[in-house]
């Protein structure tokens, strides 16, 4: 197939390309490289891309309007995996209008693209976050989702809407991934596995918030990657069951899905601490703190719709995931 693939020098979306191109998919990959984490980290999983058969790279932003247009009407995509958008939680409490650029304005443009050109199936990210103020746990496709605690999670919520929206006017297959706080070789440098593992090896505190009062699902990338590659194989279709007078979240009469991909095991974040610790073989002097605004102080995956549709959940061990970041980590830097 010839796969678009958005947010291609990003953490989630380097992998995939990586893993579409190995089964012999062409990908085109696409990024605006912003400068919202170190650049050099980016360009460095593009250049792990950019020498392999199939793969090509295009520098653009998803709000420029004309060019997602062009792009999609001069390459004509089987299929697309959208992971493009702006990311974080707490960079949303102070620059909401990146928001609103990436993940509103440049998620309509992929829609549009998709459906004009007749795209077979749209895969997105969606995120945990849509979850906000939920406190039954696990955390389900089937529950309401319409307390956000931040602009970053209402704009996932909007992408879900706007995809059932396409879905209901156009027929445009689009299933969304909800994930669950990603980790692994490559990660992001804004996310608690790389803040820790830097200070640690550093000598600095770390900053552990809520007084280390968190839970987390944590997801190793292989995994995601594994769930999105079988998501993109597998379109949605409609429910033949779906009653409109029950309204399920989780599913749709029109060809709409939405799954978590989540590893089904929330870790207290001093656990978490710790498996890093005895990566590292260092102990980290901790500053515990107040909960952060938009945060949340557990996140917890119910994976079975997605057992069920793929016969696939995510399943990496903690400690094994941890071991394999550190040394990259070290390898990568040098130290």
Known sequence: MKVLVTGAAGFIGASTALRLLARGDQVVGLDNLNDYYAVSLK??????????????????????????????????????????AQAGVRYSLQNPHAYVDSNLVGFLNILEGCRHQQVQHLVYASSSSVYGGNTRMPFSEHDSVDHPVSLYAATKKANELMAHTYSHLYGLPT???????????????DMALFLFTQAILEGRPIDVFNHGLMQRDFTYVDDIVEGVVRILDRTATANADYLPDEADPATSNVPYRVFNIGNHQPVPLLEF?????????????????????????????????????????????LEEGVNRFVAWYREYYGV
């Open 43 to 84: 360009e460095s999983r593009l250049q792990r891309l950019k020498p392999l058969a199939g793969f090509s790279f295009v520098k653009l932003d998803i709000a420029d309007r004309a060019g997602i247009e062009k792009l999609f009407a001069d390459e004509r995509f089987d299929r697309v995996i959208h992971l493009a």
């Open 175 to 189: 299933t969304g991934l909800r994930f669950f706080t990603v980790y692994g070789p490559w990660g992001r440098p």
């Open 273 to 317: 601490i710790g498996a890093i610790e005895r990566a590292l073989g260092k102990t980290a002097e901790k500053r515990l703190l107040p909960m952060q605004d938009g945060d949340v102080p557990a996140t917890y995956a119910d994976t079975a719709l997605l057992d069920d549709w793929l016969g696939f959940a995510p399943a990496t061990p």
